[in-house]
């Protein structure tokens, strides 16, 4: 049996998040199936699991982080701040180091509405826990300033602040949600005396009995007959929090029996301690998407300031729902259920870097698992376009089209296990993939294989540019067979002759000739063609000599760092010059390349 920490250390911290993931893990399954709100698209436990998966990895590179510095010699000193182990000389991390590194773990891994109110939260405890850790090494080292609290206090101080921080993080807090559940953990927890195992328990018993009432204050949850699913995500978490410190969890056995209980008792449920039941505009009583709901999820990583993100909070608030904005010092998580996914995302790059950008389609497959009330499995969609897009505008074009986006930032190419993760996402029998870049055919291959081998049809169109991927999403008819779909996105994006305009990063030998550092190029079919000195002239020699060859429509996506003038003078230059010839523009965002360009 693993040794229980004693005391709020970072060891303490390592073994709650290795306990946290293999109960959601466990439970994750069950908490997909209970999913009706605030979207029913049966992915809660397993976006838990993935916050919850990234702090703990990210609490492990910390310690193996000090282990590589110490070693594990006798003779290792551990470095300054760290937690000395005694005789073997092995540096541990801080509590400090521990905690903040689950914290922004979770921050950067956090996924869907509840994986990020469950960062937020973490975020919560580790501001308390790391002022609490410092002043508590600087009092052992220097015996005066700040007094430490107690392990006990502490806990019952992170509760509150995570519950408080997480509220605060949630445009609109909706009673019944897991937002309830932390609070009632962190009151119960208030109320209890003792040290941190007696805190944990308390706060897991306040959290399971306003997990049971959360029917009686939301009515999609009373109506599924089921109980919150961030809120049970939560009180697995919470129950491994007391594992950590007492060797046993405590809601073992427990839980799901009393959730079933529930499921199958819950006629004439009121609400409860004076909360008035909720109901939710745009959720039906079956905890479906309604037609008014949001049609697409937007997530992304936002580099910010603080006052860039109060305004990025009123603007989403007015685009959409659901809203959670979590994080702070620079760095944010940003999560909105929106209609116009294009905008919503245009909002974060005004107010900042945004990167890691997911954008969901919530679509009528969406949800993949039965409800708990015992209804059928919600059928997946039968067709459904993957596309791998290099800026923040092409991904909000590529999700207004139907598509499930993956977003390539410079210089960081996704990896396959994200286009797996994706082909999920869709949720569909059958699925398109576009990798739209040549270097990720190979990776986009192994994720095709990977989503066959879990029964999902996958058929691979190797399109080498995003304009391609724009021609082919074009001509997508999901009620046509499967085969002639693919024939006919195929032959669109074939038919597609593709360029772009960047600035050179270095000397090089080229096709075109020697370029130098800053030197204008415009590359054809992923050769450099054109060598210049300016961009909107370069971008004009590129697009002669491509409609040279024919064309009738032109597309052009435009990156940040474009010339604002250019797009009106290639839309002259084809008007004045080419008969017949349409064109189109739109906005990439940052999306490395000046312009891209597509031929049909």
Do not use: K
Not at 500 to 520: F, H, L, Y
């Amino acid at each position: 049996m693993p040794q229980v920490p004693q005391t709020l250390d970072a060891l303490a911290v390592r073994t709650w998040c290795g306990l946290a993931l293999e109960a959601l893990g466990r439970a994750r399954e069950e908490i997909d199936a209970i999913n009706v709100y605030p979207v029913a698209d049966g992915d809660t436990g397993t976006n838990l699991y993935l916050t919850v998966e990234s702090a703990a990895a990210a609490v492990e590179a910390v310690f193996a982080g000090y282990e590589t510095v110490t070693g594990t010699g006798p003779t290792g000193s551990a470095p300054t701040g760290a937690v000395s182990t005694g005789g073997t000389g092995i540096g541990l991390p801080t509590l400090a180091d521990a905690v903040r590194a689950m914290a922004h773990g979770a921050l950067i891994g956090a996924r869907g509405n509840s994986g990020t109110i469950l960062a937020q939260l973490l975020r919560g405890m580790a501001q308390v826990l790391a002022a609490d850790g410092e002043a508590g090494s600087e009092t052992a080292c220097e015996a005066e300033g700040e007094t430490a609290h107690t392990d006990g206090q502490a806990l019952r101080l992170a509760l509150r602040q995570a519950a408080d921080s997480a509220r605060e993080a949630v445009a609109h807090p909706v009673e019944g949600t897991v937002l309830t559940v932390a609070a009632a953990a962190a009151e119960a927890a208030t109320g209890t005396e003792g040290d941190c195992g007696t805190v944990a328990c308390a706060a897991y018993e306040g959290a399971r009995a306003a997990l049971m009432a959360t029917p009686g204050q939301l009515a999609v949850l009373e109506r599924a007959g089921v109980v919150d699913a961030g809120g049970r995500g939560l009180l697995a978490v919470l129950a491994a929090l007391a594992e950590t410190f007492t060797g046993e969890s405590p809601g073992a056995g427990r839980v799901a029996g009393e959730v079933d209980t529930r499921v199958n008792g819950m006629d004439g449920v009121s609400g409860v301690d004076g909360v008035d039941r909720v109901d939710v505009n745009g959720v039906c009583v079956d905890g479906r998407p309604g037609e008014d709901s949001p049609a697409f999820e937007v997530t992304y990583l936002l580099e910010a300031e603080d006052a860039d993100v109060a305004r990025l909070r009123a603007r989403l608030d007015r685009l959409g729902n659901s809203l959670v904005v979590v994080g702070g010092d620079g760095l944010w998580n940003v999560h909105v259920h929106a209609d116009d996914a294009g905008a919503a995302v245009e909002a974060g790059v005004e107010a900042g870097r945004p990167y890691r950008i997911r954008i969901t389609h919530f679509g009528l497959g969406d949800a993949h698992t039965a409800g708990a009330a015992g209804r059928p499995p919600r059928e997946r969609a039968q067709r459904a376009v993957v596309a791998v897009v290099p800026g923040e505008g092409l991904a909000g074009l590529y999700a207004e089209a139907g598509a499930t986006t993956v977003l390539a930032r410079p210089g960081e190419p996704p990896a396959s296990g994200e286009l797996v993760e994706a082909v999920r996402r869709a949720h569909a029998r059958e699925v398109v993939l576009l990798p739209n870049d040549a270097d990720l055919r190979h990776t986009a291959a192994a994720a095709a294989e990977q989503a066959r081998t879990e029964g999902v049809r996958v058929a691979l169109i190797p399109t080498r540019s995003a304009v391609q991927g724009i021609a082919a999403l074009a001509v997508h008819e999901p009620e046509r067979r499967f085969d002639e779909d693919v024939v006919a996105m195929t032959s669109a994006a074939g038919a597609t002759r593709y360029a772009e305009v960047a600035v050179a990063e270095r000397q090089s030998w080229t096709m075109a000739g020697i370029c130098q550092a800053g030197d204008v190029l415009g590359l054809i079919d992923g050769d450099v063609a054109v060598i210049g000195s300016d961009i909107t002239a370069t971008a004009e020699t590129v697009l002669d000599r491509m409609l040279a060859a024919g064309g009738e429509m032109v597309t052009l996506v435009l990156g940040d760092e474009a010339p604002g003038s250019i797009a009106a003078h290639l839309e002259a230059r084809v008007r004045e010059s080419y008969l017949a010839v349409d064109t189109v523009a739109y906005r990439g965002g940052r999306q490395g390349a000046l312009l891209l360009i597509g031929v049909e």
